[in-house]
């Protein structure tokens, strides 16, 4: 027989897809998918398994369905995921069905009730706590981050990142309240007085990608739930990892707990979340942000899209070519290159492209892997085996239609994860690939340009317009070029400033198809709401009387 409020499966299976009741509690109350198989005398009968092994417990909250609702015909598939240091897959993930995501969604709603009409004073305090218990964690996510990136330093500042965002909208989120209020007098009809109210999206379904899987699945949770949203989020299928330390994290702020929770699963858990919320924040690739953008049209719910890029970076003949070489290493293989905002292109003036040339790849051969130590050197593998082979695929195709690589070249196999060393390409066209899609890897094409208007031209010439950079020998000259550039960010002398303009709380909009309505702050989250009251008599609508009144 099946239990309702579940709470471990003994043997921690996450790979049996044939129990429900194992698998939703491990979502919600445990998240304990890294274990290993069903022990092989059980393998032959997974239900017996599971059903020999759970015991029941007074969870409540999160992925609780009763017994009725099991329907094997429903199950999803478990999911492999790759560890990107070794290659192996070491952890299987089961997504919930639709119903569970249903169930989950509705729950969510109800409690939003209670928590987005709580004082916002209540929602800062459970946010304090949950601050406390993500510093008190931070060990752990920091380690389950890593083991997703196969990052070494950089997942480090993730948890760090969540909770400097959390206690920085502690602060902020007052005012901004304060400031979105609105009252008076309608100047045509003075007898209405007005004022407004800001009302929270029930259920915000927040949608995560794979390159900085902690930060940017948790990080648009946060305004959301200041702004009184139950959240669901679900990260990328490829980085799970961290989800079980995040999960724990929130069960240990028992307020929180009701109205936040993750998911697992791949793009079909993606839309099933669609189906089910009142606005989506998704992040990730244009192909998926339009299937996102479709689902929510056909419900007319929101999406916030943040979506990739082809960011070009200027330098000027007047440019300090050292520091432009410095600055454009760093923008390009920071994470290898698997940023949304890396530096994926690089017009040089002609008369500097040879020197600059000579020096980027001085600069690109001192980076070192960090393999096979995740904290020694300064680029980690790629997370996704399939980033790899994209890659390549854009370095082949720029080859073979004449392009020359100055250092480095492909992804090379290291212990299994897979790495490529920092790549300098020459002799490049707008024909090519990686010049015209997104990479995601540590490549440099570097194209030379005559005039500035050749630089504007070409770096304007892309669907995508997310970020932009210009280095040049004097800020005026660097500027009046960012100003032609379409893309909603610029960094100006320097690159892969984005990271800056956010802990300045600036919500620059992404251009073409990089993103849509991507302000993703508190107000993002909110809906305005007017209430008009008539401080005289109601008009009559007999023409004769509305003459009287008159
Ligand atoms: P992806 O589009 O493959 O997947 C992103 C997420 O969407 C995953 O969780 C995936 O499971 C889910 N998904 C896939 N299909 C879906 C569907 N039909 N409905 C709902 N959800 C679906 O992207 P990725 O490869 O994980 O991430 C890399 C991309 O993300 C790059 O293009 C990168 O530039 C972009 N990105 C953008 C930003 C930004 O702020 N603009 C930040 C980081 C990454």
């Known amino acids: 027989m099946y239990h309702n409020r579940l709470d471990t499966c003994f043997y921690g299976d996450y790979n049996c897809a044939s129990s429900y009741l194992v698998r939703e509690t491990a979502l919600a109350s445990d998240f304990d998918g890294i274990a290993g198989p069903c022990p092989p005398e059980l393998e032959s009968n997974r239900r ?28 999803r598939k478990p999911l492999p995921v790759r560890n990107p240091r070794t290659g192996e897959i070491d952890m299987y993930i089961t997504p919930p069905s639709s119903e ?31 601050a406390d218990r993500l510093q008190a964690h931070r ?53 209405v007085a007005y004022r407004t109210n800001l009302r929270p999206y029930p259920v915000a379904g927040i949608i995560g990608p794979w390159n900085a899987p902690l930060m940017l699945s948790t990080l648009h949770a946060v305004p959301a739930l200041f702004a009184g949203c139950a959240v669901i989020v ?42 089910n919320v009142d606005i989506i924040n998704f992040t990730g690739s244009v ?93 980690g593998p790629f997370i996704a085996e399939r980033q790899a ?29 897979l790495y490529m060393r920092p790549t300098v390409l020459t002799d490049v066209t707008h024909d090519m690939k990686i010049m015209r899609d997104e990479t995601f890897g540590p490549v440099m094409p570097v194209m030379k340009y005559a005039t500035e208007a050749d630089a504007v031209r070409l770096a304007n010439d892309t669907y995508f317009g997310l970020s932009a950079a210009v280095i040049a020998g004097s800020e005026d000259e660097a ?19 984005t990271f800056a303009g956010f802990g300045a709380g600036l919500q620059p909009d992404a251009f073409k198809f990089s993103g849509m309505g991507s302000r993703s702050g508190i107000l993002a989250f909110l809906r305005s709401q007017a209430v008009l009251t008539n401080t005289a008599e109601p008009a009559s609508i007999i023409e004769e009387e509305l003459k009287a009144v008159r």
């Open 100 to 130: 569970e995501i249903a169930a989950a969604c509705a729950r969510l709603r109800k409690a939003q009730e209670t928590w987005g009409r709580a004082p916002l004073e209540h929602r800062i305090g459970v946010m304090k706590k949950w």
């Open 287 to 379: 192909p998926n942000g339009r299937k996102v953008a479709e689902a929510c049209a056909k419900r007319f719910i929101p999406s916030i899209l943040e979506l990739g890029g082809k960011d070009p970076a200027i330098v000027t003949e007047t440019a300090d070519l050292q520091k432009a070489a410095t600055a454009v290493l760093r923008g390009a293989v920071t994470s290898t290159g698997q940023v949304c905002f890396s530096i994926e292109r690089i017009y040089v003036q002609e008369k500097v492209h040879d020197a600059f040339i000579e020096l980027l790849v001085k600069e690109a051969e001192r980076v070192e892997l960090n393999y096979p130590d995740a904290h020694h050197g300064q680029i």
């Open 234 to 275: 679900k990260p990328s299928e490829v980085t799970p990892r961290f989800v079980k330390p995040m999960m724990e994290t929130i069960r240990e702020t028992p307020e929180l707990a009701e109205v936040f929770t993750f998911v697992v699963g791949d793009g079909d858990t993606g839309q099933e979340i669609v189906e």
């Open 389 to 417: 082979a994209i890659v390549d695929d854009h370095l082949d195709d720029a080859v073979r239609k004449g392009a020359k690589i100055r250092t480095g070249g492909k992804s090379e196999n290291l212990g299994g994860g």
């Open 48 to 75: 017996d398994c599971c059903e020999a092994t759970v015991r029941t417990s007074g969870y409540k909250g999160g992925f609780v369905m009763s017994a009725s609702a099991f329907d094997k015909s429903t199950a």
């Open 479 to 497: 500027r009046r070029l960012a100003d032609q550039l379409d893309a909603g960010t610029v960094s100006v002398q320097d690159t892969f400033l």
């Open 139 to 191: 060990a752990r996510l920091i380690e389950a981050d890593s083991m997703d990136t196969g990052y070494g330093q950089i997942s480090k500042v993730a948890p760090d990142m969540v909770i400097g965002s959390v206690l920085r909208m502690c602060a902020i989120a007052p005012a901004i309240f304060e400031r979105s209020h609105r009252a008076g007098r309608s100047p045509g009809a003075p007898n």
